[in-house]
């Protein structure tokens, strides 16, 4: 009986291995770590041969995939920084062309269980030998993403429209927009955390940090574009964020490389003061891409440099008329 029960069950998980092997379709996470490890996981068994890998943090998430260039991955977590990001594209050893850092959260460090978690040798050696063990493909997940994509079936019935309402708002991760009462209280506790400049130790140790992955890409040959992700006008000349860009400049010289920065945030709006909403999210997402092909293409950095940051300050333009201007430069 025991020998019986141990054959069917071997039965079923290798059957099961070529079933999500062979059959591919996004999943929906039940939750912001599931995510997280969902993306890594994606990028380390099966699309690190990406050509253009962006890394980030949860402002970064926002990006809609649809809209990014083509042969892009986003690298990008919730709750954690770019360091998340560049550690797994070291620790991979892939070779993409062309990586992209968001520098807001640049003082936040790698986390550490999150990155032990999936370099385990045993469990990332079973993993990539048995997909099935890989986080999306936890039959929770499954069915986590069963009951998600029935639901705008199921409101359809209900109230006809809501489908292609929902579909309208493409493969966007911003979450629809909160209440103006919360978003100030939010945006008030942003302020005060934005208002100081980090400590001299915390500057000194991402520095560190920053320069190594400089001259392990440039070893590797490798290039960066830096870009800083629209955030609310208030935040946008705090100390905090000056600080920020003051060591982006001090690593990477703007004579050297691309630091895309957004002068005029008032054109785009957020959630919460940082995270781009679902009007601005696919904007910016289109103005990124067309920024990453001209490099491509060869339009030079002190061109691209210029583009990117003299914009003009006409506050009757709307966020999307504002990027429209923008993407007519390059035309």
Known sequence: MIKKTIYITTLLFLGYNLFVSAIKFSVTPGHQWQDNIITAEN?????NDKKIVIVGSSLSVRLVDDLLPKNCYNLSFGGQSAFDGLDIIKKTDSQPGIVL????????????????????????????????????????CLLNTAVFWSLPKIKDLLVPGTEKKIIANGNS???????NDIKKFMLDILIADH?????????????KKLIHYKEYFKEKGIEIILYEMPIDEKLANSKLMESVRKLICDVFPPNQYVF????????????????????????????????????RSGTTKKSLQKLCTEIPNDNKNSALQHCQTILQWFK
């Open 195 to 207: 208002s100081k400049p980090p400590h001299d130790s915390i500057v000194e140790e991402q520095k």
């Open 101 to 140: 850092i968001e520098t807001n959260e640049i003082f936040r460090s790698a986390a550490e269980d999150f990155q032990n978690g999936l370099f385990m040798p045993i469990r990332y050696t079973l993993k990539k030998i048995f997909p099935a063990l890989q986080e999306k493909n936890q039959p929770v």
């Open 43 to 47: 990028y380390i068994y099966e699309q």
């Open 260 to 295: 895309l920065q957004i002068q005029d945030c008032s054109k785009f709006s957020t959630e919460d003061g940082i995270h781009l909403d679902q009007t601005s999210a696919p904007i910016y997402t289109s103005f990124l891409t067309d920024i990453i092909n001209r490099y």
């Open 173 to 179: 991760k911003a979450n629809p927009s909160v209440g």
